[in-house]
């Protein structure tokens, strides 16, 4: 069960990846639009600069006004098993039949179910436009929910065989029609039970916001927590994208309301009190470079070069872009108990900068959130909330350092560098030796497009031996059919992992932003296994 639930999680991460960039296109966008940045004349409406600004803001916008249809489509990649195509144009297809069955159930028996539908759906109404088809807002939690049932039906039927004269139904055309009736009772139960949901989801806005620092505390702690499971996606998902706290989703909420908040010279923390529910990201920018450094200085003088190799990029990536999978699982595997104490230090950090006045879309790292969306437009009228935001993290960063620091010295832990044992860095020099081949033969991986790909395929026992495979933004996420003809992790981590995770036929490999390509090249070698079983390995490397 969990391993599906992990495997859900990873499959969000599919449409999750293309709101970064929409919202860095927005923002930079709406901060061209600002006078106190560009003038006067150039903020014209009859300006050509500024209706072309205009124009690219709208197409920014196209990802964060059809968020439910873009998570519909997007999680078959992740979940459907085989004709992932297929599987998304049948779930579009399912998931309007869906929202067209909501809107003419509810103008027929709108009373029965206590929804009005001849109201304009606003902020508030309970009502969205999708497509053109007014049903329930229900907001990317539907889609997900729609989008899972459908991709079960075709992962179910879509190679069912049909007899000869029933031909012309077969394939995504019987999921279609099975999916079909199954919308009719799915549609029912939502204006029976969604309503209900949304007076839930109002409660949950009135606790949290009345809980102010403890909810950021507590939220900031299970989405730093939940990481190694997979199951953070599940946390921060509803917040950011969904209704939780404000109606259409932070970020969205945030984006719209850029310039305003821009202008506006009162404390952020009034004009966007939620904004306590996007600050997670500061964990990364600046609980990074002091975990780091805390291995880096703990390291043996003799090898901190390597360590270096090891942690310059991951932290890059953790600060620029946000992903902090490669440095955490860097000693999450080595002594799980310190990453209890980097959540417990996010949590607190956020909460102490929430209660201080920050807030904002700080969920991403430098240039896909802080930058773009809050340093760059808040500067003129909020600065001094990003000196207290930037006095608050260096402070945490030199906290986490002295904490990391001490902890692995004190218990002698066994993180990268500090002595000879299987904790180490590895290289493909360690696996050629541990396959008899001779120096130069590593080389040569890095010279065939899919090596890596291939490597973990035969590392993982085979094509054979894998029953379903999915990512997230850094990990592979593989159901095995047999966990015993894997190989050891020391395999995985020599053809380049950062780590593997294993539990009961699930394996999670740590590989790194590279990730969508590896799980493509590896899915292509599936169909294509190749040759000659028996040495695979060594072909690779050779």
């Not at 696996?431 to 090596?451: F, M």
């Not at 966990?483 to 995985?492: G, L, R, W």
Request: glycine share 10%.
């Amino acid at each position: 069960m969990l391993s599906q639930i992990q495997r859900f999680g990873g499959a969000m991460f599919t449409p999750v990846l293309l709101f970064p960039f929409a919202g860095m296109v927005v923002g930079i966008a709406i901060m061209l639009q600002n006078p106190l940045f560009i003038g006067e004349a150039l903020t014209r409406p009859d300006n050509v600069f500024f209706q072309i600004v205009k124009i690219i803001e709208e197409g920014g916008w196209a990802v964060f006004r059809n968020m439910p249809l873009i998570f519909a489509v997007g999680l078959p990649l992740g979940l459907a098993k085989q004709a992932h195509g297929r599987a998304c144009l049948a779930v579009l297809i399912s998931f309007l039949t869906w929202n067209y069955f909501i809107g003419a159930m509810g103008m027929v028996w709108g009373d029965f179910f206590h929804v009005n539908f001849n109201t304009e759906p606003v902020a508030g109404s309970g009502l969205t436009m999708i497509a053109g088809i007014k049903t329930l807002d229900t907001s990317i939690i539907g889609a997900i929910v729609i989008s899972g049932l459908v991709t079960a039906i075709h992962n179910r039927f879509y190679d069912k065989a049909l007899p000869v004269f029933l031909g012309i139904f077969q394939g995504t055309s019987f999921v279609v029609i099975v999916a079909f009736f199954v919308m009719l009772p799915c549609a029912w139960l939502t204006l029976l039970c969604w309503p209900k949901v949304q007076v839930a989801i109002g409660s949950l806005q009135t606790f949290l916001s009345g809980a102010g620092a403890l909810g950021v505390w507590i939220y900031t702690l299970l989405e730093r927590l939940l990481i190694p499971t997979g199951l953070h996606h599940f946390v921060y998902g509803p917040f950011i994208f969904g209704p939780a706290v404000v109606e259409g989703g932070l970020q969205p909420y945030w984006v719209q309301h850029i310039h305003e908040f821009s202008q506006n010279t009162q404390p952020l923390k009034d004009l966007f009190p939620a904004g306590g529910f996007a600050l997670h990201g500061n964990s990364k920018v600046f609980g990074a470079p002091g975990i780091a450094l805390a291995i880096y200085y703990t390291a043996a003088p003799q090898n901190r070069v390597k360590v270096a190799g090891l942690l310059i990029p991951a932290t890059l990536t953790a600060i620029l872009v946000g992903i902090t999978e490669p440095l955490e699982f860097t000693f999450l595997f080595i002594a799980p108990f310190l990453f209890v104490i980097h959540a417990l230090l996010a949590a607190t950090m956020t909460a102490i900068m929430y209660m201080a006045g920050v807030v904002g879309m700080f969920g991403g790292g430098l240039l896909n959130e802080f930058l773009p969306l809050n340093w760059m437009p808040m500067f003129h009228h909020h600065a001094s909330v990003m000196f207290i935001q930037l006095g608050i993290g260096l402070a945490f960063t030199a906290l986490w350092f002295v904490v990391f620091r001490t902890l692995i010295l004190r218990f002698n832990l066994k993180t990268p560098g500090r002595e000879e044992s299987d904790i180490k860095l590895y290289s493909k020099a360690d696996y050629k030796a541990s396959q008899g081949l001779p120096p130069a033969a590593a080389k040569a991986a890095a010279t065939v497009k899919t090596g890596q790909a291939a490597g973990f395929l035969h590392a993982l026992g085979g094509a054979a031996n894998i029953e379903s495979v999915n990512n997230c933004a850094t990990r592979l996420r593989i159901t095995l059919v047999d966990m015993a003809k894997t190989q050891s992790d020391d395999v995985f981590k020599a053809l380049g992992a950062h780590g593997v995770v294993r539990r009961g036929n699930a394996i999670q490999v740590i590989v790194g932003l590279h990730v969508p390509l590896v799980r493509d090249q590896l899915e292509s070698l599936m169909k294509a296994p190749l040759s000659t079983p028996p040495s695979p390995m060594k072909e690779v490397i050779s």
